[in-house]
């Protein structure tokens, strides 16, 4: 099994647990975070498969770093440490997220721009954009990048969509130069 079909399957578990008990936005906010704990915190995994630590010290460690999160979070990250697959979290909790926002005809973006966008500038992006891409709306990420000299850059899974200065800069350098 590849780990991309086991955190699929996992994801899916949790997705129509999170259906059955009404918490699917709140379970995708929490793993939201909690995804940052893992991707930040490289010696969270190495603790939590450290063979010196007992079960239930790694239990009572999750619990406590997730203690605001949705129970069926904590349990499932409780799942993955029996399964031996705790290192597949980062992975499941992208699956459930990416299957929640297909359920709901949402797309996470990221925009890039100079300084920060307004409200209204990101959701008059998220409207134009979302129907290009077949969605309801996307879930849009500003994150600033002072070397795109001017504009935005908008991100959508695998497509770029881009009208920064640096972009018009070098194609009319490439139609001088060609």
């Known amino acids: 099994m590849s780990q991309s079909l086991v955190a699929s399957r996992y994801a899916k578990a949790l997705f129509e647990l999170a259906q059955e008990k009404n918490v699917v936005a709140e ?13 930040e915190s490289k010696d969270l995994f190495s603790l939590l498969e450290n063979p010196k630590f007992t079960s239930e010290k790694k239990y009572e460690l999750i619990s406590s770093i997730f203690a605001g999160a949705q129970p069926i979070i904590v349990d499932a990250f409780k ?3 029996d399964k031996k697959r705790i290192n597949e979290t980062v992975s499941v909790i992208d699956s459930f997220i ?7 005809g949402v797309a996470d973006a990221t925009v890039l721009s100079t300084e920060a966008l307004t409200e209204d500038e990101l ?24 070397s795109i000299m001017g504009g935005i850059k908008l991100i ?3 497509q770029i969509y881009d009208n920064t200065i640096v972009s018009k800069l070098n194609g009319l350098r490439r139609a001088l130069l060609g």
């Open 27 to 39: 379970t995708v906010a929490d793993l939201r975070q909690a995804r940052i704990v893992f991707t």
């Open 79 to 81: 799942v993955l440490l």
């Open 98 to 104: 990416q299957i929640a926002n297909d359920e709901s």
């Open 123 to 146: 959701n008059r992006i998220s409207t134009t954009f979302a129907k290009k891409v077949g969605k309801n709306s996307l879930n849009i990420t500003n994150e600033i990048d002072p």
């Open 156 to 158: 959508i899974g695998n």
